[in-house]
């Protein structure tokens, strides 16, 4: 039976454990596999980490993570940005028109709008507000259109005043004689000053123009569809009440 031939007095050269002859830098005894070292441990594995170093693995391994996110993430960001579709390219246009500021023009039309809802629905005291706030806004325009005329010949009639609203049909018939919207401001102007024999003259006016003129598609008559067959039924029963169709 072969015994441990342990030499302590010498343990650079011979293993400690078994005796077996050990070379310069080996770290287990190649016989028993004895450790020669404090940070090794048989079976030729290493031992545990140590608090330092496994402090120092741990920063390492959260650097490489945190680099990986940033410039991982950081191109693939730019990628998605390049690829992105513009704002304007995308969304409801109506919706991004209503952002943009209003012309003068629109803004008298929108106030016109308001005052002529109001007037209708016998909201009073909006209609007194926003009526002389809309004649005052057409009356600010540098140019009047035969639609911008119609307008502020309405506004006038609500407010009261049909003299104002003659003198815009007499403009607007200047322009285009026959014109049914400005014939049917007139009628209804002389309506409102009691005048019912030029009244009557100017609805019919109305009737004998109307086939043929409807038929010119003016912008105004468009703007004005459902007004035109609502004035012409008002025409018809002016003068079927006077005995006078």
């Known amino acids: 039976m072969n015994r441990k031939q342990s030499k302590p007095g010498d343990p650079d050269r011979y293993c400690p454990a078994c005796g077996a002859t050990r070379d310069p830098g ?20 290493m031992r545990g ?8 693995l741990a920063v390492i391994a959260l650097a490489i993570v945190y680099a990986f996110l940033v410039f991982g993430r950081g191109d693939t960001g730019s990628q998605q940005q390049a690829q992105s579709i513009p704002i304007g ?41 926003s009526i002389p706030m ?6 600010q325009l540098s140019t ?5 005329r119609y307008h502020l010949a309405l506004l006038e009639l609500a407010a009261g005043r049909p003299q104002g609203a003659l003198a815009q049909a007499d ?38 123009a109307y086939t043929p003129d409807v038929a010119a598609s003016r912008p105004e008559y468009m703007d004005h569809a459902r ?5 012409r039924g008002r025409a018809e029963s002016y003068l079927r009440e006077r005995g006078l169709r």
């Open 171 to 208: 403009t607007m018939m200047a322009q285009v004689p026959d014109h049914l919207l400005a014939l049917s401001i007139s009628a209804r102007a002389h309506e409102a000053l009691g005048d019912e024999g030029q009244a009557a003259q100017f609805w019919q006016r109305f009737l004998d």
């Open 49 to 56: 980490l140590t608090g330092l170093r496994a402090f120092g």
């Open 227 to 231: 007004a035109l067959p609502e004035r």
């Open 89 to 129: 390219a995308v969304g409801d246009p109506a919706a991004t028109a209503s952002t943009q500021p209003l012309t003068p023009r629109a803004s008298a039309d929108q106030l016109f709008n308001q005052a002529m809802s109001a007037y209708e629905t016998a909201d009073m005291a909006n209609a007194q507000r």
């Open 144 to 148: 009047l259109d035969l639609d911008a």
């Open 26 to 45: 080996d770290r287990f005894c190649r016989k028993c596999g004895n450790p020669f070292g404090a940070d090794a441990k048989p079976n030729g594995k």
């Open 134 to 139: 809309a004649i005052t806004a057409y009356q």
